[in-house]
């Protein structure tokens, strides 16, 4: 995983994923100032209703804490959607450059599958995440275990969505279960490594493009 990560870093210079980087990072802001007020406008509404007799500065402020908790939370799920869409030229990238041979037997995914998988992507990290709620709930009181566990939650999810970025352009449709199951370990490190990308401010933006590049050297490292 280390090597996979200095390789990776080295190579975000790259024309390919640089542009990649530029075109993720756009889409993600104007998704996010176009989320972000949707979610202030629904906040204030919520707050407005329940607390708008005690005065407006109560009621920006508590909107602003909801919308803040809403978009920190939907981050990671809007940015690896997003990438998702320019995976495909993430990976040739690194292929062209460390795996040769893999890319010229390499199928592209297509606009079409690439955004099924990034709102399957999207989809999979809310459903999971709102199962787990109540276990969230349960353990705020640890301190501790709320956040790991929705670290590790998330870890396991990034892990899979990293992973098919690359399968889905080496195997058929009918293998990337089995294929899912023989890697999940090395998918749900991958998938550590990467969240732990998302909270460390500056990186959380190319937290993304990053994972994808990552991704590729796990999935053909381990064939060599």
């Known amino acids: 995983m280390i090597r ?9 210079a790259d024309r390919r994923i640089a542009w990649v980087l530029v075109k993720s990072v756009a889409v993600t802001l104007v998704l996010f100032v176009l989320f972000g007020a949707a979610t202030w406008w629904i906040a204030s509404e919520l707050a407005s209703w329940a607390i708008g007799w005690r005065g407006a500065a109560l009621t920006g402020a508590v909107s ?24 495909d030229d993430v990976v ?34 809310l459903g999971i995440n709102l199962l787990l709620l109540p276990a969230y709930a349960a353990l705020l009181a640890t301190g501790i275990g709320a956040p790991a566990l929705f670290f590790a939650a998330n870890a396991w999810l990034l892990g899979r969505d990293l992973g098919d970025m690359v399968a889905a352009r080496h195997l058929p449709q009918g293998d990337l279960k089995g294929w899912r199951k023989a890697t999940g370990g090395r998918r749900f490190l ?10 460390v401010p500056g990186f959380n933006l190319v937290a993304p493009v990053l994972s994808a590049a990552m991704a590729t050297h796990m999935f053909h490292g381990a064939r060599r």
């Open 4 to 12: 996979a990560l200095l390789l990776s870093l080295a190579q975000l």
């Open 64 to 87: 602003l804490v909801l919308s803040a908790l809403v978009l920190w939370f939907a981050f990671r799920a809007v940015a690896v959607a997003v990438v998702g869409v320019f995976a």
């Open 92 to 125: 040739a990238a690194v292929e062209a450059r460390h795996y040769p041979q893999a890319l010229a037997a390499a199928r592209p995914v297509g606009l079409a599958r690439s955004v099924r998988m990034g709102l399957g992507s999207v989809g999979r990290f």
């Open 190 to 199: 991958l998938g550590l490594a990467g969240t732990g990308l998302f909270v």
